[in-house]
């Protein structure tokens, strides 16, 4: 048995209707593990609000691992004004927070021709009230310790997992 490289995987390539839009997320190492999950899900775009990243960080360069050279990014002061804009465009937005209307993440129902929005917040206060009050619905993981919250990319990871594992079904239809 080998360890394959990555020009030795039969990955097929392939892009999800997915837009990840961090709500003032600062930490350098969650932004290049973010910039990493977001090629290796194969979503659509990633959307910095509120504090732009710092593009010359090493520690954010280090955990990308180049990552951030190849996917598609901006940034936008307003979060709010964001979303609102995305839904007029057809997108359905998804806050990754424990909220008293939130519903586990295995229990997210999607359309085979949906648009997603997937909001991820800041690491110490989580997504913003004004974010969720907008959002279409909150989604949380499902969690069977002590503590109540997760690393910020370490949840994405688990939603973009789910999420794709869904779109995919319809692909293979």
């Given at each position: 048995m080998d360890q394959l490289t990555h020009t030795q995987t039969t990955f097929q390539k392939k892009e999800f209707p997915i837009i990840l839009l961090l709500d003032n997320i600062t930490g350098e190492a969650n932004l290049g593990s973010l910039f990493r999950l977001a090629d290796a899900f194969g979503i659509q775009?990633?959307?910095f609000c509120g504090s732009e990243p710092n593009l010359n960080s090493n520690r954010l360069k280090r955990?990308?691992?180049n990552t951030w050279k190849t996917v598609n990014f901006e940034f936008q002061e307003d979060s709010?004004?964001?979303?609102?804009?995305?839904?007029?465009e057809g997108?359905?937005?998804l806050a990754v927070?424990?909220?008293?209307?939130?519903?586990?993440?295995q229990?997210?129902?999607?359309?085979?021709?949906e648009k997603l929005i997937l909001i991820a917040g800041n690491e110490r206060h989580g997504v913003s009230d004004e974010v969720l009050e907008i959002c279409?619905?909150?989604?949380?993981?499902?969690?069977?310790?002590?503590?109540?919250?997760?690393n910020v990319a370490q949840s994405i990871g688990i939603a973009l997992y789910e999420i794709t594992k869904e779109m995919n079904k319809f692909h293979k239809k």
């Open positions: 775009k990633v959307i955990t990308a691992r709010v004004e964001t979303i609102k804009k995305l839904h007029q997108y359905r937005s927070e424990i909220t008293s209307e939130s519903i586990p993440l229990n997210l129902n999607l359309n085979k021709e279409n619905q909150q989604l949380h993981i499902e969690m069977f310790g002590e503590n109540s919250s997760m």
